[in-house]
């Protein structure tokens, strides 16, 4: 595996880390055991054969420089300025290429950047996202208006054959790398179709989607390992947004319930469902804790419970409706490790101790760590065991010291 070195890594922010790929596993693996480590050793982090390209969600924004000329790049981490950038090594190639387009479009045709300073102009910035061999062009806009629109459909579509769907949406927003609510179709379906673990999802320009695809499947199938999953067991899926987890789970399991407060992600996830054939799952719209909650008190059981929350975690209201609905696994998938060990402890003195720890890196050349935990009761006679085969799932093989000064603080 060749290394390779971002010119614009202090510029632009998306990157924390530019070591060797094995020193950032190294890094990574240690921070893991650092702060979870008391409870049970973590197993090793699963890396990827090849940490470049993977993002599938691909967003820039333009600005005009003194010589009228549109340029493009990346918004700056905790700045919201543009960084010029043709292509990032963590995106993927053709969404830069699709990018590249949509500038040259946007100067032949006179369509302008929007000028948050002067309100002037209208593309606010693209997004090029990637399903399974397809993709989607979002065009984010400050006005519903779209001069010279079939032209630029059609130059677009005959560079880019590959592009089966174009969304304009409008934003009145102010802040970068913000969505509306109005969308326009200007080709196409207005979605495209991904496939994890042999579902087919469908992806729209708002949702809710993991940007890694390989890992995301390395994610879900180790989550879904770790539950021990019988054919009698019922199942809920909190925070479940479009049905993912608990939709590739519904082949192991009597019934799946989603839970998801989010109105649009749960219509997508009914058609989901209906697209894959699932006919032991449903979704309700409500707040997962309160449902949990619901349930408790009507004497309802479920046998596994997955939670997949937001980077802040979960509040302790949730974690304690999920402790009254006692489940006999938990399965925390966390995009926050901090949180996560902040989660851990209150669910501890709940009565749930951690019983495996697998950390999947799901961001290469960033400090985040995506991590799957198995809890069980702690007074249940029966734990369950699950034997996981980190070797068969472990992308790389590479071990290396690793030199971080971070690493020899903690």
Known sequence: MSEKKCRLFKRCGGCQLSEEYPDQLKYKQ?????????YVAPERII?????????????HGFYTNPKRQIISGIFQSGSGRIVPCDHCMLEDENAGKIIESVKILMNSLKIFPYNPNTENGLIRHVMVRKGRGEYLVCIVTSKPIF?????FITALLRRHPEVTTVVQNVCTNPMPLTMGDKEIILHGSGFIVDEICGKKFCVSARSFYQVNPTQTEVLYRTAIELAGLGKNDRVLDCYCGTGTIGIIASDYCREVVGVEINKSAVADAVKNAQNNNCTNIRFVCDDSGRFMSSLAGA?????????????????????ESMAKLSPDRIVYISCGIESLERDLVTL?????????????????????VETVVLLSKLKSTHHIEVELNTDELDLTSSESKATYDEIKSM
């Open 348 to 368: 501890r003195k709940l009565g749930y101790t951690p019983k495996k720890i697998q950390p999947v890196d799901m961001f290469p050349h960033t400090k985040h």
């Open 299 to 319: 004497g309802e059981k479920v046998d596994v419970v997955f939670t997949d929350p937001p980077r802040q975690g979960s509040d302790r209201r949730f974690l």
């Open 30 to 38: 240690m921070k893991v055991k650092k702060l979870l480590g008391k």
């Open 147 to 151: 001069p010279s629109k079939k032209n």
């Open 47 to 59: 890396g990827m054969e090849n940490p470049y390209c993977y993002r599938n969600k691909v967003q």
